[in-house]
């Protein structure tokens, strides 16, 4: 059942990007990463709009980040840290890695994306908390 779903996601990819993971942007895509953590939520666990085609790479040091990420900040925002100043340190970090580590690192890549707007940062942060 699953690998069905899987094809059909990967068949329906913008051409722009068929073929690279949104991550590393350089890699194929061969697996499938779930946006919501399948343990918390297992009635998304084939549902299309939560599966990210990725490279097996990133798929595993994605989830090691994102759980970094929402362990550091769900606290600070439990606290009462404004959802933009947890975002500003995390703007931080990409920019002193993509310095040490060039444009297309897949943490600040990951990072980025996590950070892209409010609404998505809370999301990522209260999901996997």
Request: with cysteine.
């Amino acid at each position: 059942m699953f690998v069905p779903v899987k094809k059909k996601i990967q068949d329906n990819l913008p051409q722009a990007i068929k073929g690279k993971c949104p991550f590393c942007m350089i890699s194929e895509p061969n697996t499938l990463k779930h946006y919501l953590p399948e343990a918390k939520y297992p009635e998304y666990i084939i549902f299309a709009p939560n599966l990210v085609p990725c490279c097996s790479q990133c798929n595993s040091q994605c989830n090691s980040l994102i759980s970094t990420l929402s362990s550091e900040f769900y606290s600070m925002m439990q606290d009462g840290q404004e959802t933009t100043e947890c975002i500003s340190i995390v703007e931080y970090r990409i920019k002193a890695l993509r310095r040490n580590r060039g444009n297309n690192d897949w943490e600040a890549c990951i990072l980025e994306a996590c950070v892209k707007d409010s609404a998505t940062f809370e999301q990522i942060v209260c999901c996997t908390a």
